[in-house]
């Protein structure tokens, strides 16, 4: 099994995936392809990706070229790894979030994206920014509700993955949950999310 990857302080949309996969225990090999190159990297993501595009996960013969697509392959690929709860109520919830950041939260994306590989800043946020983390922030709150932790759907899963990316640049651009209507959990799932050992693994490797 193979994942071809982006540049690791860049890619938000190829931690996501990555995380998923570390968790299966599965043995893959990497592919990182560097970001921002114009066409060089059209050129090197041109013979693994139909899209054009990464992540992108390989399996045999199977090309899968979306990272949401990718989860919900591991999902069923490794069902023992429990990537999605055994409740149905919270697997329907966690996807419906993981689906919301897959197509939503523009002006957090746009404005604030992932970067590894620069100091924690202070930022003025516009007010659509600000709207799209008031949002997350009562989204962790009724997911975590809800489970009751430690993370959205109790056990870690692909919500978490989806939402780890976020995470940083809520710790790069210095955002303050408490002021988008935080009490104090949002922030601290916040913080385990950064703290798990495989999100520090790529880390590591994005800032060496």
């Known amino acids: 099994m193979e994942i071809v990857i982006g540049t690791r302080a860049w890619s938000s949309w190829s931690l996501r995936p990555w995380l998923a996969l570390k968790r299966t225990g599965a043995d893959f090999r990497e592919t990182v392809v560097e970001l921002r190159q114009g066409e060089a990297t059209a050129q090197a993501i041109s013979p693994h990706s139909p899209s054009g595009q990464v992540p992108v ?3 045999g013969d199977l090309v899968i070229w979306d990272s949401l697509a990718i989860c919900e ?21 966690g996807r419906s979030a993981a689906a919301e950041m897959h197509g939503g939260f523009m002006a957090l994306r746009r404005e604030c994206s992932m970067a590894l590989d620069v100091e924690s800043s202070p930022t003025e946020l516009s007010e659509e ?21 430690p993370f959205l759907l109790g056990d870690w899963s692909i919500a978490d993955a ?13 955002i303050d949950l408490a002021d988008h209507g935080d009490t104090g959990a949002a922030a601290a799932y916040a913080d385990r999310l950064l703290a ?9 490797a994005a800032r060496a």
């Open 73 to 93: 392959y591991l999902h069923e690929r490794f069902p023992e790894a429990g990537l999605w709860p055994a409740d149905p109520v919270l697997r329907a919830l």
């Open 162 to 174: 989806f939402f780890a990316p976020v995470a940083t640049r809520f710790r790069t651009y210095a």
């Open 57 to 59: 996960l390989k399996d």
């Open 196 to 204: 798990t050992p495989d999100f520090l693994e790529w880390e590591r």
């Open 129 to 149: 920014v600000s709207k799209d983390v008031r949002k997350i922030v009562a989204r962790w709150n009724q997911l975590l509700d809800r489970s009751g932790g």
